[in-house]
């Protein structure tokens, strides 16, 4: 069976590296196909991530071993060689010789005997002679690029925003994997019960670290349990939970939520409402407009309207002033969520972010019109790049002069925020390494109310 999971990996990272597909949805096609038992699925994973996580310190170690170059090698070839190298590297429980003699076998049925000799050859010449020493390279964006397998151009541009010390603390956080966290929905129950229950469906946790409405798995499957079928809690992460409460939402409000799906923050902001007055959620795609409903409906929530619509086109389908807060959980670079999706950082070129930028401000410009004077915009991103974040904020009130920071977002914070908050601004940027969860961004403006001639703010 292990050599079925080993050659399992491959094709799932050579469609990756073939057609940029998702590695999450091909991953899970993958078992479902196969059919495999609980701890092939794991080692699947653990060779399909890290593979996919490792990809350019593996190829960079492997250079100096392929004569005619990487480039030159078919591509299954080429997967093959990094996934036994990453576990030579970075896997502990499994000897060197078992994963040579995999890769000879798999190499044989793929290929011919030249091609598996080739692989037996720079496996075991690596065996004996081991890998270059990574932390000898002088050049700082070089090394880190190369020490975390990060894309070069993105660590030399963290560094410029961040300087060097979070650039490699930032890059070290996204090699290390996601805790699981759950929200609690409010209106059904609390943390102490759910807690209490699961450890009944033997899932083991304990309370969050950032959101009050967090719970954090220690080991064990969230959404196996009767609990999330029941909409007792959703699958999010701590930096997402913020959003919600950030933009403070009151009973019988109306909201907007521009860019909805997949539903986390839409349903979180219904919850709070405690089902009473009306969500409206936005999204360009009709199959992601799905998945809000199906959320809202596990959760048992009937104040949310769903809508496929592209949310610059909202003032031609609502009038001006009809909401009370808007939440524009932007469309990103997804640079804060790396360690959850590594294909992003390989898929991604510097070019895309001014074109998400670009994006990013169109739909805060169109959505301003629909809010009420004295109604509370909040801008998110999962993203750590200030040019999708800070700079978009500077710039929307740089065009709005009828909008302001909105001073009360602060003490809507969570206590270990605090620390990172600008007294004279209302935004906040997550990175990876502060507390364990997604890079974020948030950023509150209030529309200024006009009486008499006068701005009261």
Known sequence: MKQNVRSTAVDVLLKIEQNQAYSNLLLNQAIQKADLNKKDI???TELVYGTLQRKNTLDYLLEPYVAKGLHKLDKWVLVLL????????????????????????????????????????????????????????????????????????????????????????MSAANLEPAPVTGRVNRMKSNRENVLESLEGEGIEGSNGDLSPDAIKLKKGSLSHTSLFKEGYVTIQ??????????????????????????????????????????????????????????????????????EALDSRKAVERFSSSSFDRILVDAPCSGFGVIRKKPDIKWSKKEEDIHRIAEIQLQILDKVAELLKPGGTL???????????????????????????????????????????????????????????SDGFYLACFKKKTTTGGETQC
């Open 42 to 44: 794991g080692l699947l």
């Open 82 to 169: 990094r996934m036994s190298l990453y576990q030579m590297i970075y896997l502990d429980k499994i000897p060197d010789h078992a994963i040579i003699n995999e890769a000879v076998e798999i190499a044989k049925k793929r290929g011919h005997k030249g091609i598996s000799g080739m692989v037996n050859g720079v496996l075991r010449k690596i065996q004996r002679e081991g890998t270059a020493d990574l932390s000898s390279i002088s050049e700082d964006g070089k090394r880190l690029a190369l020490q975390y397998s990060m894309p070069e151009w993105l660590v030399k541009r963290w560094i410029k925003q961040y300087g060097l010390e979070n650039t490699e603390k």
């Open 237 to 306: 992460d701590e930096s997402s939970m913020l959003v919600a409460r950030a933009l403070n939402p009151s009973m019988n409000e109306k909201i907007l939520d521009a860019c909805a799906a997949p539903g986390g923050k839409t349903t979180h902001i219904a919850e709070l409402l405690n089902n009473t007055g009306e969500v409206t959620a936005l999204d360009l795609h009709p199959h992601k407009v799905k998945l809000i409903q199906e959320q809202a409906d596990r959760l048992g929530l009937t104040n949310i309207k769903t």
């Open 378 to 436: 909040l801008y998110s991103t999962c993203t750590v790049d200030t040019e999708e974040n800070n700079e978009i904020a500077d710039a929307f009130l740089k065009h709005h002069p009828d909008f302001e920071w909105d001073m009360t977002f602060n003490e809507r914070l969570p206590e270990p925020l605090k620390p990172y908050l600008k007294p004279a601004e209302a935004q906040v940027q997550i990175l990876p390494h502060y507390f364990n």
